[in-house]
């Protein structure tokens, strides 16, 4: 025996000390929410505003839907998803007959519920059904089946229209649209107040815990996915309420959280203090503007508005409303699309819908009849034109300034406009009630190739008396003459020829008339933290946009660390 | 000394003792029905207020609705919607009507406040129940331990109020008391909390765990409990300090004090038994109204700090103008701070003999 | 009469006075001449600390210092109406609630409780829907009109404590009136306390008037502290990095009640002669 005591005892000794120093490595995983792995974990840090419902799982539920527990984006599949185009998810394609009034949808065959069932035709025809039937109890996705019929083939549903509609696949398409429930839940539930309790979808994550005191849900991935090609990387997902951006900005920097909105203006400080931190800035969606009052005199003088829109200086409120460096600030010439089929250049060009030139304002001015009377430009009854410009605050420089931009040019040309700072709640009220003279918009739904959301709302349909809520674009405009044209365009394809040529004239229209007009396209982003997943970049479809995380948990790669 | 002196109180308290007594109770008589009828003004009051603010709590859920319900709009279905949901809130009956159904359902069904708008369809009192031991756990606690904290050191100030502690002492609460909530927590977040790391700074325990009597839940909770108790703690402290030495003062500069003083009763028993006793009555009665005024007070606090309390709650349902959580969190608050009042003034008489006799 | 709290209480008064009248125009010629620094949109919004900007830029895209210093004004005059009216009008009716008896006290005991408990915020928001156009005046008075009810509940039991002191028995016998009693012997021991909630309620009122600012009662979009720091709360200026903004309005609140606090305790000293005999520990 060559080894000493004391040699074995030295070599015990280093073994030990190996295997706890392999034991040591095997767990130098970080752990967060107790027991999950951080690197397969994906946390999402959400901000969902005034709804604070942990509980309920519920996809009628006007409430729920804008929760922060994330189901309507882990659990809930769409049956389309749409970013520049179309993609199959649920359902793989739809087709018109020839005159539109009907059109048959070819359901994913294999796919299952999150509790292992499968989702099948039945499931399909159930929710329909189930829709339809519950369609006075005030629920989303059900006031698109009144007076539609349909029958199931195969893997084929055809739906029966009452008249010609070419925009019925809306329903099926992108976010927050149709989709079914599993008819083994909801058979027998009321849609208002069932809860669905175990979160059963169509997704690939299965619910583990939801706390309404932490503001916490946890989710966990589930093997038996139906589509194994889009098995999303992350372990488990964790969906919390992040506290206010002076607090969660510590949270970020420290690396707790992987995705989730912040006000840009402390995005380059939580740069600067986590390098993996990035923003994924892209333009957003809904391009801002402002409705006039078309019943209140001067308003109702189309002249006036198009007078008011060229003292609006637009490129200066584009610049104070956007993250400098990221995406240019736009105006929206042509009414956010960029497809010159469907809107008139020349038009743009003839009534200088983006143009801010005061001196052409105040000609514009004394054209229409409303002369400077001793330093102020008077109304037809020569009294002094004394208007309100209503705004919210939420943050951003762009939402508040224009009213100050736009008061102290229209005080240039003798124009008193008042700018008020309205709270939230009272704002979305006055708003779609008509109280107001001047207002700050969102254009929200405008599709590629189908504009029909910009003229809709002008419909006089929507010119409901002051005090009543009106769906369309509030500022009770009507004309004989625009409501011709969207009638027409409701019924045309709008991909036809026909219907680009009534957008066309919709788009002169609504130049030379100015019921609303435009002020800039915003950026908006999203943090994404690049430590412990990857794959999230700017350009790609959705990245921007947090509701949308069911299409971007699948480009999520795990970071090599 | 001392029992001398209270000797000599309780002879000249027996000779009307028994008068004393019927009065006393006649008071409390009288002062319950004052306080039922300031209730049930109070709840009227506010519930008209809560009908007429501008902003219909239809008008944000439809934004709600329709931003989900893609993008074909449909009148006649928005329509329904509303009508669905008037119906339920009974929207559509005249103001009066509504008022005295809202009577009917809480006194006679058991405190049934209708549901709510924040969490439909979850039942307003439901909602208001669990968010209520978050609120009176933790502000409660901390306004009262700040009252004692408060009260001590203010009476210590003002007795003293020559001192250079007192002088120093009293500048910096004058600093706390004005220093917006926000900032104080705030403050305590970022240094406590993240700086260096002593305390969790947000959430009421630890996000993976659910409520159980377990020592890691338990310690978790009492964790996260110490920050937000001291940012509302060092504030209203700060407000009961600099009250009562003001109190104090004004009570110093009684004969009877000098009287005593010069009697040779020792400072302490001076500062004890005739100073801080005069000066505590007002103190009292500030009590009540700041524990009151907590609801609305500490909201931002919990906001920092994430706390599921009844200031979170009505945030929220102003957001919405769900006006029956707004209701109910108001009903409870003007529930609370009348019921302190009408204790505080029936233990007045106890504290000072002589409001006995106003009585 | 020379008393160092007064004067240098005074001294700061006069100080801020000076820097709300001549600030504006001063930090306008020599930081930023022939610009409009209080221009909404005049700088790119949210710049840090910078020898242009000391403290910054606003989200409104103005200077935070000259934001600053121009809103010292409007929000002393708010304070000052507001706190005076607040102060007048609770000590009034705790008063006269202390001091009547039966029926009167009842009914004010009433009315102020019910004022107090009824959150003033949706009120306002009501209000705001019936008045068109607000100014720095219309705005003061609604601001003293719903603060009065905490003064004269702390006021009250203290007029009814020493009501039934010796000294007014004594002056009652002598032939005093309710008013007499009420100047000459009710009032002055209160006035420290009643000095202390009117400075709380002048700088109360400066921060009150931030909630009223942020749902749409404003004065005309005046700058005022209360609104800064309602601003800076709302878009999280300490997050950006932008201290200054936040920590100079709170500090020029902190700065005016200690200033009122002082004159107050050295009025006191003065004028309350009792004082100078005070009992105290050692």
């Not at chain 1, 749409?82 to 994913?108: K, P, R």
Request: glycine share 8%; charged share 15%; aromatic share 12%.
């Amino acid at each position: 025996m060559y080894f000493s005591k004391r040699g074995l005892m030295a070599i015990v000794l280093v073994v030990a000390l190996l295997s706890m120093l392999s034991m040591a490595v095997a767990q130098d995983e970080e752990l967060v929410f107790g027991d999950l792995p951080r690197s397969e974990t994906f946390i999402v840090a959400s901000q969902a505003p005034h709804n604070d419902v942990w509980d309920s799982f519920n996809y009628y539920q006007a409430p729920t839907y804008n929760n922060a527990t994330g189901y309507a984006n882990v659990i809930v599949e769409p049956s389309f998803i749409t970013s520049h185009d179309f993609h199959a998810w649920l359902a793989q394609s739809w087709e018109y007959n020839e005159d539109g009034t009907e059109m048959t949808l070819v359901i994913t065959e294999g796919a299952n519920w999150n509790d292992g069932m499968p989702l099948t035709m039945d499931d399909w025809l159930f929710t329909l059904q189930y829709n339809q039937e519950n369609a006075d109890k005030g629920i989303a996705w059900s006031s698109f089946l009144r007076d539609v019929t349909w029958s199931a083939e195969g893997n084929e549903i055809t739906f029966m229209l009452p008249e010609p509609n070419w925009r019925f696949h809306y329903n099926f398409t992108g976010i927050g649209t149709f989709t079914p429930v599993p008819k083994h839940v909801w058979e027998g539930q009321d849609p208002t107040t069932f809860k669905n309790p175990d979160a059963i979808h169509s997704g690939p994550y299965r619910l583990v815990s939801s706390n309404a005191d932490t503001r916490t849900t946890i989710w966990e991935r589930r093997d038996d996915y139906w589509d194994p090609d889009r098995m999303p990387a992350p372990k488990y997902m964790v969906w919390l309420k992040r506290p206010e951006a002076d607090v969660a900005v510590f949270e970020w920097e420290e690396g707790n959280y992987d995705l989730g909105r912040m006000p840009n203006s402390v995005m380059i400080r939580m740069m600067s203090a986590n390098p993996h931190i990035k923003p994924l800035v892209h333009q957003d969606p809904c391009p801002r503007g402002l409705i006039f009052n078309t019943t209140i005199p001067p308003l109702d003088d189309n002249l006036f508005r198009r007078a008011l829109g060229l003292l609006l200086n637009r490129q200066a409120v584009a610049n104070l409303a956007n993250v400098p460096g990221y995406v240019t600030p736009v105006l929206w010439p042509n009414l956010g699309d960029p497809d010159e089929t469907y809107y008139d250049a020349a038009a743009a060009e003839e009534f200088q819908v983006t143009t801010f030139d005061p001196e052409a304002a105040a000609a514009l001015l004394d054209e229409a009849g409303y002369p400077l009377v001793d330093g102020a430009r008077v109304d037809k009854n020569g009294e002094p034109i004394s208007l309100d410009a209503l705004y919210i605050d939420i943050g951003n420089p762009g939402w508040t300034v224009w009213a100050w931009l736009l008061s102290e040019q229209a005080q240039l040309v003798g124009i008193e406009i008042n700018p008020r700072l309205l709270d939230i709640p009272t704002f979305l009220t006055q708003g779609p009630n008509g109280e107001f003279d001047i207002i700050f918009r969102w254009f929200c739904g405008n599709l590629p190739g189908d504009p029909i959301a910009l003229f809709e709302g002008l419909h006089s349909d929507h010119a409901l008396p002051i005090g009543e809520r009106s769906g369309g674009v509030p500022g009770r405009y009507s004309n004989p003459e625009m409501d011709a044209i969207i009638e027409q365009l409701r019924t045309h394809n709008p991909a036809s020829e026909e219907a680009q040529a009534l957008f066309r004239q919709a788009y002169r229209l609504w130049a030379e008339e100015a019921p609303y007009v435009t002020l800039y396209g915003e950026n908006e982003g999203v943090v994404f933290n690049t430590e412990y997943w990857t794959g999230l970049e700017v350009g790609q479809a959705w990245v921007h946009w947090t509701p949308a995380a069911r299409q971007i948990i699948d480009f999520l790669e795990p970071a090599n660390r | 000394m001392t029992a001398n002196i209270d000797a000599r109180a309780d002879e000249s308290a027996t000779e009307r003792q028994d008068a004393g007594r019927r009065e006393v109770f006649q008071y409390a008589i009288r002062r319950f029905g004052v306080y039922l009828f300031t209730l049930w003004a109070a709840i009227t009051v506010a519930f008209f207020i809560f009908r007429l603010v501008p902003g219909d709590p239809m008008n944000i859920l439809l934004g709600n609705l329709t931003r989900a319900e893609g993008r074909q709009r449909d009148a006649a279905a928005e329509e329904a919607i509303i009508a669905h949901y008037r119906e339920i809130f009974g929207m559509d009956d005249p103001l009066p009507l509504q008022y005295v159904n809202y009577l009917r359902k809480a006194v006679l069904g058991g405190l049934d406040l209708g549901p709510s708008f924040v969490e439909y369809p979850a039942q307003t009192k439901d909602l208001v129940f669990r968010r209520m031991p978050w609120t009176l756990g933790i502000f409660t606690t901390s306004v009262f331990l700040a009252w004692l904290i408060g009260t001590g050191l203010g009476a210590l100030i003002g007795w003293m109020q020559r001192h250079g502690l007192s002088q120093l002492a009293v500048i910096l609460s004058t600093l706390l008391q004005i220093t917006p909530q926000y900032l104080v927590a705030l403050g305590l977040i970022i240094y406590a909390g993240y700086t260096l790391r002593i305390l969790p700074a947000g959430g009421p325990y630890a996000r993976h765990l659910q409520p159980e009597w377990s020592w890691e839940f338990i310690s978790s909770l009492i964790q996260h409990a110490i920050l937000p108790m001291l940012s509302n703690m060092i504030v209203i402290g700060a407000g009961f300090t600099l009250g009562m030495r003001a109190l104090m003062i004004s009570v110093l500069g009684e004969d009877y004090l000098t009287f005593a003083r010069a009697k040779g009763l020792s400072p302490f028993t001076v500062l004890k038994d005739y100073a801080f006793r005069n000066a505590l009555i007002p103190q009292v009665t500030g009590l009540a109204i700041i524990i009151g005024a907590t609801l609305n007070g500490t909201f931002i606090i919990e906001i920092l700090f994430q706390y599921p309390g009844l200031g979170t709650l009505f945030v929220q349902a102003m957001g919405l103008r769900d006006f029956n959580t707004m209701q109910a969190i108001v009903l409870f608050s003007i529930f609370a701070v009348l019921t302190l009042t009408l204790i505080v003034d029936l233990a007045l008489p106890l504290l000072d003999p002589r409001i006995r006799r106003v009585a | 009469m020379r008393n160092t709290s007064i004067v240098v209480g005074i001294f700061m008064l006069i100080l801020i006075v000076i820097v709300a009248l001549a600030g504006p125009s001063v930090v306008n010629s020599l930081i930023f001449p022939g610009e409009r620094p209080l221009m909404r949109g005049s700088y790119r919004p949210y710049q840090l600390d910078s020898p242009e900007h000391p403290i910054g830029t606003d989200g409104d895209g103005r200077d935070g210092l000259s934001v600053f210093v121009s809103s010292i004004g409007p929000s002393l005059q708010i304070g000052i109406i507001a706190g005076a009216t607040a102060t007048s009008l609770g000590v009034i009716i705790g008063f006269v609630a202390g001091y009547a008896k039966g029926r009167l006290d009842t009914l004010l005991r009433i009315l102020i409780d019910m004022v107090l408990v009824i959150p003033t915020l949706p009120l306002l928001l009501m209000l705001a829907a019936y008045i068109e156009r607000w100014d720095l005046y219309k705005l003061s008075l609604i601001l003293g009109i719903f603060g009065w009810s905490f003064v004269a509940r702390v006021i009250r039991p203290q007029v009814q404590s020493l009501r039934e002191r010796s000294y007014v028995d004594l002056a009652v016998l002598s032939g005093e009136n309710a008013l007499e009693i009420t100047f000459l012997e009710l009032l002055p021991p209160l006035l420290p306390y009643i000095g202390y909630v009117f400075s709380l309620s002048i700088v109360g009122s400066m921060l009150a008037e931030a909630g009223l600012q942020i749902i749409g009662l404003g004065a005309g979009g005046l700058p005022t502290l209360g609104f800064m720091i309602a601003k800076g709360f709302r878009e999280s200026v300490i997050a950006i990095g932008l201290l200054g903004q936040m920590l100079l309005p709170a500090g020029a609140l902190i700065y005016v009640f200690l200033a009122l606090n002082l004159i107050n305790t050295g009025l006191d000293e003065v004028f309350n002669p009792r004082l100078q005999t005070t009992v105290e520990g050692e």
